[in-house]
């Protein structure tokens, strides 16, 4: 079973930074789709960003230019680099890894909380 840990949340103040990291277990990790989602209070999981098995990264629209993902294949590790923080990134954040058959793993979430 695919195990994922998240690590690196905590409270910050607008402006400051944080880098999340996520690692994983029991996977050929070089494989995998990885990515980072977020839940706020009260609202859906969204996805933040996401890096392909080719480095391929995307983002979603309201953190382009702050977050930066990126992964560590032989640490099995990947990370959220957290820039220029809002309060309105203010959620909990979810490790996400997927294989190629699309079966997905989901880490247990790291509390971000941006205070103003």
Not at 73 to 87: A, D, F, G, I, R
Request: aromatic share 10%; charged share 20%.
């Amino acid at each position: 079973q695919v195990r994922l840990v998240e690590s690196g949340g905590g409270l910050v103040h607008a402006g400051e930074s944080l880098r999340l990291s996520c690692t994983a277990s029991k996977i050929i990790f070089s494989i995998y789709r990885l990515a980072w989602f977020r839940q706020a209070p009260g609202k859906q999981r969204k996805l933040v960003a996401s890096i392909s098995s080719g480095y391929r990264t995307n983002y979603e629209d309201s953190v382009k230019g702050r977050f930066t993902v990126s992964r560590d294949n032989e640490n099995k590790t990947v990370y959220l680099q957290m820039n220029s923080l809002k309060p309105e990134d203010t959620a909990v954040y979810y490790c996400n890894a997927e294989a190629p058959s699309g079966i997905a793993s989901w880490g247990q979430g790291t509390q971000v909380t941006v205070s103003s």
